[in-house]
């Protein structure tokens, strides 16, 4: 990434925010966020841990060991970008989701991956290397993709509607995994959701909290 590209994503990144002369209260901060330990060498995270751009992968600090867990992400600029679960073992320069063995995630062309294989192509009719598809909502710019995991099935949701595929077979101790390219950027929300999360499911829970 050049530096002209890292300020127009800093700059994009930091749109919104705004600074304040006086803040007269900041709330907690949620010790659950995006990790600067684990990210691609060009990725950005600002916001607090919750926004991240640039090129390349982030993921969060606290692994999904809680029997039914769910997060949120809203794609706040388009672009190329992926959003899933993903191992430390993960290829963190790797810019789409996927793309591993230790990554499962739906990307911006709306194909669900894991290991390099398209598993299933979402919202068009057609087929993808084994012949699945799904006609269902696409996630575009603005909109809010949900994230579930019970051990058993990774689900995603488009603005509260389900994707009628879940991903099975996902393994080892995994984390929330977002993926940006090409000017995307994308926010995290651990708590505070904007869609109700499927019945039983919870916001990411540290694991001396379910002690």
């Known amino acids: 990434m050049t530096s002209v590209s890292v300020f127009c994503c800093l700059k994009g990144c930091l749109n919104g925010i705004g600074f304040s002369p006086t803040v007269p209260h900041l709330p907690k901060e949620n010790p659950i966020q995006l990790d600067t330990a684990f990210m691609g060498y060009e990725v950005v995270i600002v916001k607090g841990g919750q926004r991240v751009c640039g090129?390349?992968?982030?993921?969060?600090?606290?692994?999904?060991?809680?029997?039914?867990?769910?997060?949120e992400v809203k794609v706040q600029q388009g672009g190329s970008w992926a959003i899933g679960l993903a191992t430390r073992q993960t290829d963190l320069s790797l810019t789409q989701g996927g793309m591993d063995q230790f990554s499962w995630a739906l990307g911006s062309d709306h194909v669900l991956r894991h290991n390099k294989q398209d598993l299933y192509r979402i919202g068009v009719s057609g087929s993808v290397s084994n012949g699945n598809s799904l006609n269902s909502i696409v996630p575009q710019e603005g909109d809010v993709v949900g994230v579930s995991y019970d051990h058993i099935q990774l689900k995603f949701y488009v603005n509260g509607e389900e994707i009628e595929f879940p991903i099975v077979n996902v393994k080892g101790t995994?984390?929330?995994?977002?993926?940006?390219?090409?000017?995307?950027?994308?926010?995290?929300?651990?708590?505070?959701?904007?869609?109700?999360?499927?019945p039983g499911f919870e916001k990411i829970m540290l694991e001396q909290s379910l002690l």
């Open 174 to 198: 995994v984390y929330p995994a977002l993926y940006v390219d090409d000017g995307a950027i994308l926010d995290i929300v651990f708590d505070n959701f904007n869609h109700t999360p499927p």
């Open 55 to 71: 090129a390349g992968a982030a993921l969060g600090n606290a692994p999904l060991v809680q029997s039914k867990s769910y997060f």
